[in-house]
């Protein structure tokens, strides 16, 4: 761990009037993984930032916050299958906190499932981040077929999956309405996109033409 991290660290502690004991520093180290310099930095500038605040963020808390790509509870709850119809777009992390939770979404008690899904959902990112693991997002298709390419599309534009990738899950995709533009936005993104017996590469505008040969 940086010599960096820890300064900052014992920063904090003044900062927050926590006596910086070497147990407990010790124990920050261990538990903030392998979160980078400038990665503590931000996280620790956001709750210096926050009025209100009293106690010194947990290590949890400082992971939590690091902007590395994982939503936080409440905006991956959001995208979360209500129904078996619906499909989704999601990371590992969020695929093994709703398993948690389905049957009581099954129930139609969201309630309960938002805050056992939340806790298991925070849990799950905090190892991920101390492995130094970002999300790595996969879709789930629900019964419903017409909800499958929105699922992909929304992704796709919060550039959480390629073009390309999307295309493996659901071919129908290159018929969509919104490819053209999904290739003029995202395409170049990709150094070559395979469907079938197209491949589209080079220039995006080269690819719609070769699309509609």
Request: hydrophobic share 40%; no cysteine.
């Amino acid at each position: 761990m940086s010599q960096d991290i820890k300064k900052m660290l014992v920063e904090d502690m003044a900062f927050w009037d926590v006596e910086p004991k070497p147990v407990k520093i010790t124990q920050y180290m261990q538990m903030l993984g392998n979160i980078t310099v400038e990665q503590f930095h931000q996280s620790r500038m956001f709750f210096r930032s926050q009025p209100g605040r009293r106690q010194m963020p947990m290590p949890a808390d400082y992971l939590q916050a690091v902007p590395d790509g994982h939503p936080t509870a409440n905006e991956s709850w959001a995208i979360m299958p209500k129904s078996d119809d619906v499909s989704v777009v999601w990371t590992e992390e969020m695929r093994q906190a709703f398993a948690i939770v389905a049957p009581l979404v099954s129930q139609g008690n969201l309630t309960s499932a938002f805050f056992a899904y939340k806790e298991a959902y925070e849990k799950a990112v905090s190892e991920s981040r101390m492995k130094g693991l970002k999300p790595k997002w996969s879709p789930s298709f629900g019964f419903s077929i017409s909800g499958r390419e929105g699922a992909l599309v929304e992704a796709i534009e919060k550039n959480r999956i390629s073009l390309g990738y999307a295309l493996k899950y659901l071919p129908e995709l290159e018929y969509s309405p919104k490819f053209d533009s999904l290739i003029l936005k995202h395409g170049s993104k990709a150094q070559q996109i395979e469907h079938g017996n197209n491949k589209y590469g080079g220039n995006v505008l080269q690819m719609i033409e070769q699309r509609k040969k």
